[in-house]
């Protein structure tokens, strides 16, 4: 079908049913959410610091969940109580990483503590919009407690309080600085986990904003044969226009391979390299994959080169994962560095689960 559509739906787990979000547009997969047992990103922990390690400057905190690590510590001692939040996945046998920025997201609105100021999404270009909105968030948290703690806490409205209904906007962001200011004063005691990570449904609702179609119902997974396109991304060939990627995880890296497959014009090398620059993000984010990018590109001049970056930084634009395009190697590599902003498809999905 034309069109995006959000399916939320359940993979049948060895341990019991797995709550999983689909995005799809035009009939291709965009997004792909599962659900997993590990802590979610967003995690909020009354954590207490066990011992530093000064040698990477940063300390062990001890959580409910396990051993987490946070960075760039000044002035904390053992046992010392701290509100910390999950930045993301840990990678298998690692500690879970956190931080003391806390931000408190939603679909409209993110508060972030001990950060002040009112800002809108640089997304949203339409002065006079913007103008409601700041005033509309002056009025909703007029005199509330979260801009009087020390230091202020602050709003950010994103670009999906564009077209929305200002009541619900007024309640989003009531909702979340109402819970940022109650975590806020909860900060002594025992080690506690004070807020669970979104998981797949919350998350579509609150990320995937672009008109869609919605379907909830048990089964629409099988109805529009996700599974055959989950078990597709196990294998590592991607067809593109004209030639053919693969995209191999590694322990150390991971390795794309781009071939101009049975194009033999003297483009073949530039088309198929542009190609795959379009669909790396998409391949890289529904796979769960991150950390170190080695592209091995199909042969094309240096001229072109300039073209390739632009193409894959335009993709990038759109992919909500921090990337960053570290650049060319001697031997004609381009390297990227991605965040584990998830975990990796074969972390979360069995072969049962698609069967």
């Avoid at 390690?53 to 904390?76: E, H, N």
């Avoid at 919350?202 to 990320?207: G, N, P």
């Amino acid at each position: 079908m034309k069109g995006h559509l959000i399916l939320l739906d359940r993979l049948e787990g060895p341990a019991g049913p797995v709550e999983s979000a689909v995005l799809m547009r035009d009939g291709k997969l965009e997004d792909l959410l599962i659900d997993s047992d590990r802590p979610r990103p967003g995690t909020i922990y009354r954590a207490l610091a066990d011992r530093p390690v000064k040698g990477q400057g940063g300390m062990f905190m001890t959580t409910p969940d396990g051993s987490a690590f946070l960075r760039q510590i000044k002035g904390l001692s053992p046992g010392a109580p701290l509100l910390v939040q999950v930045s993301g996945y840990a990678d298998p046998g690692k500690a879970i990483p956190v931080t003391t920025k806390l931000l408190f997201k939603s679909r409209y609105a993110i508060v972030t503590p001990g950060a002040p100021g009112l800002n809108v999404s640089r997304q949203i270009k339409d002065e006079a919009i913007r103008d409601t909105l700041l005033e509309l968030a002056h009025e909703t948290l007029l005199d509330h407690p979260i801009l009087a703690t020390d230091p202020a806490g602050g709003l950010i409205l994103r670009s999906s309080c564009e077209e929305a209904d200002p009541d619900e906007v007024a309640e989003d962001i009531r909702a979340m600085a109402d819970l940022a200011a109650r975590i806020l004063a909860d900060a002594d005691g025992p080690a506690e986990k004070l807020v669970d990570g979104d998981g797949p449904h919350a998350l579509a609702w609150r990320e995937w904003i672009q008109p869609a179609q919605i379907e909830t119902e048990p089964g629409c997974f099988a109805h529009h044969e996700v599974l055959d396109k989950i078990a597709a991304l196990f294998r590592p060939e991607v067809p593109l226009n004209g030639g053919v990627m693969f995209v191999e995880p590694t322990r150390a890296f991971t390795a794309v391979d781009v071939n101009t497959g049975r194009d033999t014009s003297l483009a073949a090398g530039l088309k198929a390299n542009l190609a795959a620059a379009r669909d790396l993000p998409r391949q890289l984010r529904l796979r769960g994959l991150g950390g170190q990018v080695i592209l091995d590109l199909a042969p094309m001049p240096k001229k072109d080169r300039p073209s390739f970056e632009g193409a894959l930084r335009a993709a990038l634009r759109s992919d909500d994962t921090d990337t960053v395009m570290a650049g060319w190697t001697p031997l004609g590599n381009f390297e990227l560095q991605r965040k584990r902003a998830r975990q990796s498809l074969s972390e979360v999905v069995t072969p049962e689960m698609l069967a």
